[in-house]
């Protein structure tokens, strides 16, 4: 299958990266100012210049987060775009990955070389909760918050698998942690111990404080291209090995939430791609959503890293810390910066800066394989990408 | 067709969203609208020469930062319009005006912003204009009330601006209002129509028996239609909760509350609803429950315990 996929699609090579510093506000920029930052430092990253991009595709959070109704038409020319094809994706909290893999496709498919692909959010000029509560005639009020939606998931996990209540703590620990090594994190909490997560305001039981991601503002950006491209590059070139998306409806009869189907298919189609049997051994990172830290022993099963009911055992054992044997969120992750429409492309451009060896401090030693997983919704909407340092095929 | 009980009239009612958002401006757009306020037009020069206004951070053909600023004319020319013969709310004048592109005196682009004139004869594209400024101006595109016609040859070139002015605007609060008709559709208003009678009535899909609560009149995994009607509950499961400990905004319930997950007795997908009668921190999942009415209310108010002995785990399990 993967060498006939080698003699059809074109290879993409991820060959320029860029960040914000992801803060609460960026008043400094407009909405532009903050997309192009990100974009002007993957493009110098890849050494190339507007000129050199043949289509852009951008993504951002649903339209009443921050009511930018069409940020194609906004931003063609701060991004570039202007003679160009401009394609916006939508797939709420997962847009930043699917975004990227409909840039990847691009590639694959030889309708451009190189392509821009980037997302954003100002979440300091918005409001999320406000864009996903509005009030609905006939409908009951939803009554609790974001946190509020997915904590009783929470609740399900613990009450299925056995896990002790402490487990979502070492997550957040971790990840607060591994943001101090990440200079684009936003949250930079020095001072942070386990004990004072596990003393941190319980805001949704079994949810706490210190275990929610924060409200930020930030853009990443990616330069993706094809085999003549990335030998062009200064730098080392991550490679797409495998990308998927699915979907499933927010509710239905039978909808597992500890462990959406869609997550599960996801995951296996991408591995298929990758040639992936055993993602334990054969991943040597993962960047994954975690908006909430208990959602990292649950996505652990729903990917594959772990038999249904063990996610938990690797968290605790610290299989998951940066210098355990599969480091999860070596960024710091969503729980360190969330710029909503961002975050899935940050999970992605992370996982890619692992396996090109230009993640610095928070960089996992001889990564050559990594996950980058992003999800969104009501977890209705997933993609991922698997990223290596070597060519596919290779 | 299989006769359904009734089918009420589909209800429908205004939904209005309406929210303020905030813009930082960034260093153009900040010099622009502070401009306005000293009743002064800047525009930005791009590469080849050109002055747009309004004007942009980024270079539309070399896609390069550009920050060159220009003092243009308040007196211009209509390039093209369109009458608007009545206004809407929130619109810049409340008589009939023309929407109109005015390319000022040393600009190379037109802006867009209305034309007091009496009627449409009296406007036509190359007509000269100039701004009528708002009384009041507080740094935002209505500091230029509207243009109004002027009898005068074009002014001078462009002028080279620092975009500097003390007390800089940067950042603005544009509020959007977006007015809809909401309308619930045929299965949810029959459900409503159930529930003020207090009886809470599903759909079961034809094809993977699954009853569905509240109806969507449509099966979302199957994808066909849902027609029969199955009256279900009123008592139910908690199938799993939480525990809420800060107050939302716009609710008015003391905290903490529990905000459970309810499989009521004959559905097979939960609803969510507030739980009542009980000290927080005695619910539990797999409790029984059953719903307390308010008068007035379209909805339960809560759920309370219904003093049965605890629901077993296996028997809710797959709703969860």
């Known amino acids: 299958m993967s060498s006939a996929a080698g003699t059809t699609k074109e290879p993409v090579a991820i060959v320029g990266i860029g960040q914000t510093r992801h803060v609460a506000a960026r008043r400094d920029v407009s909405i532009a100012g903050l997309v192009r930052e990100a974009a002007q430092r993957a493009l110098q990253d890849a050494e190339l210049t507007w000129q050199d991009i043949d289509a852009v595709v951008i993504g951002k959070a649903p339209d009443f987060f921050e009511g930018v109704m069409m940020p194609e038409l906004y931003l063609a020319d701060a991004l570039g775009a202007v003679g160009k094809p401009l394609l916006r994706v939508h797939t709420a909290g997962s847009v930043g990955g699917s975004t990227a893999l409909v840039a990847a496709d691009l590639v694959a498919a030889r309708v451009h070389r190189t392509v821009l692909t980037l997302a954003f959010e100002k979440q300091s000029e918005s409001n999320a909760m406000w864009g996903l509560s509005l009030p609905v005639p006939f409908q009951q009020p939803l009554l609790a918050g974001a946190g509020g939606f997915f904590a009783p998931h929470v609740r399900a996990y613990m009450r299925r698998t056995g896990a002790p209540a402490t487990v979502g703590s070492l997550v957040a620990y971790k990840d607060r942690r591994n943001a101090l090594k990440n200079p684009y994190a936003h949250l930079h909490e020095h001072d942070l111990t386990l004990e004072k997560v596990q003393a941190s305001p319980m805001l949704w039981d079994p949810v706490r404080y210190s275990e929610t991601c924060p409200s930020s503002d930030g853009a990443c950006a990616m330069v993706l291209t094809d085999r003549a491209g990335a030998r062009r590059a200064p730098r080392p070139a991550a490679w797409v090995h495998g990308g998927a998306m699915r979907s499933e409806p927010t509710l239905f009869a039978g909808k597992d939430f500890v462990s959406p189907q869609a997550g599960k298919d996801c995951a296996a189609a991408v591995y298929r791609q990758a040639g992936i049997t055993d993602p334990r051994r054969e991943i040597d990172a993962v960047e994954m959503y975690v908006p909430f830290s208990w959602y990292e022993p649950m996505w652990l099963e729903n990917l594959g890293f772990a038999a249904p009911g063990e996610g938990w055992k690797l968290t605790e054992s610290g299989v998951t810390e940066l210098d355990g044997d599969l480091p999860v969120n070596p960024s710091g992750g969503v729980l360190s910066a969330n710029p909503i429409g961002a975050s899935g492309m940050i999970r992605f451009a992370e996982a890619a800066l692992q396996v090109r060896g230009q993640a610095g401090e928070h960089q996992v030693p001889g990564a050559r394989r990594a996950l980058g997983h992003a999800y969104g919704g009501g977890s209705q909407f997933f993609s991922m990408w698997v990223v290596g340092a070597d060519a596919p095929g290779a | ?320």
């Open chain 2, 1 to 320: 067709m299989t006769p359904t009980s009734g089918t009420p009239e589909a209800l429908s009612a205004p939904l209005v969203v309406e929210f303020p958002f905030t813009r930082s401006l960034g260093p153009v757009q900040s010099a622009f609208l502070t401009g306005l306020r000293e009743r002064t037009v800047l525009g930005v020069r791009t590469a080849d020469g050109r002055v747009l206004v309004p004007p942009v951070e980024y270079d539309p053909v070399t896609a390069e930062e550009i920050r060159d600023l220009a003092e243009v004319g308040t007196t211009g020319t209509v390039t093209t319009w369109a009458w608007n013969p009545a206004p809407r709310r929130d619109q810049p004048l409340d008589t009939p005006f023309a929407w109109v592109l005015v390319r000022l005196d040393g600009a190379d682009t037109a802006l867009l912003h209305v034309l007091d004139a009496a009627g449409p004869d009296a406007v036509r594209a190359g007509m000269r204009v100039r701004v009528r400024w708002a009384r009041e101006r507080t740094g935002a595109i209505t500091d230029i009330a509207c243009f109004e016609p002027y009898e005068g040859g074009e002014a001078s070139e462009p002028v080279p601006h620092t975009g500097e002015f003390a007390d800089p605007v940067t950042g603005i609060t544009t509020p959007a209002r977006l007015d809809y008709t909401y309308a619930p559709g045929r299965a949810q208003s029959r459900y409503l129509a159930a529930l003020a009678e207090r009886r809470t009535v599903g759909e079961r899909c034809p094809s993977c028996r699954k009853v569905y609560v509240p109806p969507r009149g449509a099966c979302p995994t199957c994808g066909v239609a849902t027609r029969d009607q199955v009256e279900v509950g009123p008592d139910g499961t908690v199938t799993t909760f939480c525990i809420v400990n800060i107050k939302a905004k716009n609710l008015d319930i003391e905290v903490p509350y529990v905000y459970a997950h309810i499989a009521l007795d004959g559905a097979d997908l939960a609803l969510h609803a507030r739980i009542g009668g009980i000290p927080y921190d005695q619910v539990r999942m797999g409790l029984r429950v059953r719903p307390v009415w308010r008068d007035g209310s379209r909805f339960p108010d809560h759920y309370r315990p219904t003093g049965e002995p605890d629901a077993d785990y296996d028997s809710y399990k797959g709703l969860v």
